[in-house]
């Protein structure tokens, strides 16, 4: 079973950057998928980027492409969310998320194993 841990969450003026962490322990039961979601209060959980770790497949939701990037490290076990020209809309709580069982990559209740969470706040 895999285990997932985020980190790397803050506080950041608009148009700052931050980079997001997510380390697994463990092999992935099926697939080779992780995604990044995150959720602010009063609103539905969003899935913003997924990465097959495998063949660095990616894919993006339309308000995040051209600012945030997805990408592995496999030999620590570990995928990236970096995060630039934030804007107060993205402040959520961003979580990761493993374990793809099939249909949209994209959505959060296709995946069966997930982190903590780590907050993010932008301000103005």
């Known amino acids: 079973q895999v285990r997932l841990v985020e980190s790397g969450g803050g506080s950041v003026q608009a148009g700052g950057s931050l980079r997001l962490s997510c380390v697994r322990s463990?092999?992935?039961?099926?697939?080779?998928?992780v995604v990044w979601v995150r959720q602010a209060p009063g609103k539905e959980r969003e899935g913003v980027a997924c990465i097959n770790y495998i063949s660095d497949y990616t894919r993006y939701t339309d308000s995040v492409k051209g600012r945030f990037t997805i990408s592995p490290d496999n030999a620590k076990k570990t995928v990236y969310l970096q995060m630039n020209s934030l804007e107060p809309e993205d402040t959520a709580m961003y979580y990761c998320?493993?374990?793809?069982?099939?249909?949209?990559?994209?959505?959060?209740?296709?995946?069966?194993?997930w982190g903590q969470g780590t907050q993010v706040t932008v301000s103005t």
């Open positions: 463990g092999d992935p039961r099926s697939g080779h998928y």
């Open positions: 998320a493993a374990d793809f069982r099939g249909g949209n990559i994209l959505t959060p209740a296709n995946y069966n194993i």
